[in-house]
T-cell receptor, first 110, second 115 residues
């Protein structure tokens, strides 16, 4: 079955800096790669996703890149703000279920 | 106008008790899920139902029994609660997968504490 590894587990950055979170997956059949943000005590919410026929996708300060050959995908947040502080989860799926990474706790210091 | 709702939000109970968590979605989605998030924040799928039919059962102890009376509702009943069941349980829903996987919308979570 699918296995998703996520690094780093914690990430601290200064406000205005960029943050990068990386994930690798094992199942070459996976074709959907969402990223979820979970604020303290709240539900996970989708922030961006990418499908296997696309190499990069951007939405304002957030971008995701996918390297299908290497089975890597990454989340890039530019110009970080304190409200970006949260736990971020990557996930990978084929058609029936999402397998989540272990999460990255991002702290943005003012 | 809540999309995915769960009740209760908090549940504190003694070991050995039986409890239920309810989930409802008003998005018209065909597929619903239960996830368990432990103290380390790992999110792990437990069950998935599509149009009231069980499609995923991730080797969860049979003390956990999901029930889907219709495609808008997915409940989780837990028998003989154990300390290790303490976690946050999230319900989620999505439009049917098939060859095109779609965003999952999560409920607010139910924090279960077993004493």
């Amino acid at each position: 079955g699918e296995n998703v590894e996520q690094h780093p587990s914690t990430l601290s950055v200064q406000e205005g800096d960029s943050a990068v979170i990386k994930c690798t997956y094992s199942d070459s059949a996976s074709n959907y790669f969402p990223w979820y943000k979970q604020e303290l005590g709240k539900r996970p919410q989708l922030i961006i996703d990418i499908r296997s026929n696309v190499g990069e996708k951007k939405d304002q300060r957030i971008a995701v890149t996918l390297n299908k050959t290497a089975k890597h995908f990454s989340l890039h947040i530019t110009e970080t703000q304190p409200e970006d502080s949260a736990v971020y989860f990557c996930a990978a799926s084929t058609t029936d279920k999402l397998i989540f990474g272990t999460g990255t706790r991002l702290q943005v210091f003012p | 106008d809540t999309a995915v709702s769960q009740t209760p939000k908090y549940l504190v109970t003694q070991m050995g008790n039986d409890k239920s968590i309810k989930c409802e979605q008003n998005l018209g989605h065909d597929t619903m899920y239960w996830y368990k998030q432990d103290s380390k924040k790992f999110l792990k799928i437990m069950f998935s139902y599509n149009n009231k039919e069980l499609i995923i059962n991730e080797t969860v102890p049979n003390r956990f029994s999901p029930k889907s009376p219709d495609k808008a509702h997915l409940n989780l009943h837990i028998n003989s609660l154990e300390l290790g069941d303490s976690a946050v349980y999230f319900c989620a829903s999505s439009q049917a997968g098939g060859s095109s996987y779609n965003e999952q919308f999560f409920g607010p979570g139910t924090r279960l504490t077993v004493l």
